[in-house]
């Protein structure tokens, strides 16, 4: 089984920083998995572990079920794309990939075979005879990728491979690496710290945060039940509402009040809250964007989990606006609602939100743990 295996892996650099963790994570065969986390989380040592490139301070690294550790990166069978595609600028796009296949003595047919497939693949056929410097970014990333792929190796190791490309292009590409993962079946390990490619490539996605990997999960498990508010705050754009209250027992039921405003937990929420000991003490709940709505039929129909606000801020997104709202009180709260772009909401208007209090997470104020 080609996949990638670390086990209890710490990175300790010579001059004290700890980068790494602890991290134990699985990659499967053919899996798709993104390393996601803010600058300096430790995500790029990781992947360079992996890759043999960087040495590891305790625990172990297996690939295709071998202990690696002690392999140097050239008999690791990876192949690394890197954000700086490096491609040899003397050398036609033809020659840059070749050039793996002439090392290893493959006969002339069989690498114009290899290179062609590639090509074709990628859809770099035409350009075959240029050299990097009359490529576009893109294609540039393209010639990496088909020098990366002819190598056929076990597992693709990619460390933000679109970040030196516009915005448009990633976008493109995002979706082109995807597709080649499906075709070629290959187990990737990519880094990125870019949430929305990690949500739209991964077939599961591990958030990494100060060296620690705090949550190994497909995309939509990450979105929908983030273990901690840094997972839940970390993944989503606009990024999820944090708002403190305190969680009371009322005659009716359990409420969270939110300064002068007071909403109601529904009773599936209310029974885990209490079993967990939070009746009458302050958490941290989490809204998205997506959750909080100015229309008048959700209001109607949620007459309990209404919020009084001020708009500060309008941002038509086309498809959809977000507004910026200010909680109206003594101690007043921040608020970012997506809602749909027939709003008739405005700058200084005083208007009414209400939560979808089916869709609030609770955090632990102090562990920050989300309360399941
Ligand atoms: P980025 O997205 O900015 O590349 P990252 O998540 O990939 O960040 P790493 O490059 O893995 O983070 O770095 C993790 C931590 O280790 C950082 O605090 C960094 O400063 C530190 N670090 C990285 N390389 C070294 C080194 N050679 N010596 C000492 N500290 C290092």
Redesign the pocket.
Known sequence: MAGVNLINVNKV???G?H?VKNVSLRVDEKEFMVLV?P????????LRMIAGLEEVSSGEVFIDDKRVNDLPAKNRDIAMVFQNYALYPHMTVFENISFVLELRKMPREEIKRCVNEAAQMLEITDLLKRKPKQLSGGQRQRVALGRAMVREPKVFLMD?PLSNLDAKLRVQMRSEISKLHRRLGTTVVY?T?DQVEAMTMGTRIAV?HG?VVHQVADPQTIYEKPVNAFVAGFIGSPAINFLRGDIVEGTNGMWLNLDNNKVNIPEGYAKVLRARGYANKAVLAGIRPENVHDDEQFMANSPHSVVETVVENTELMGPETHLYLRSVGHSPFNLVARVSPRTKARPGNNIRVALDMERIYFFDLNTEAAIY
Do not use: D
């Not at 600058?39 to 990781?46: D, F, I, L, V």
């Open positions: 650099f010579p001059n920083v980068a986390g600058s300096g989380c430790g995500k790029t040592t990781t933000e880094v710290h990494m060296g």
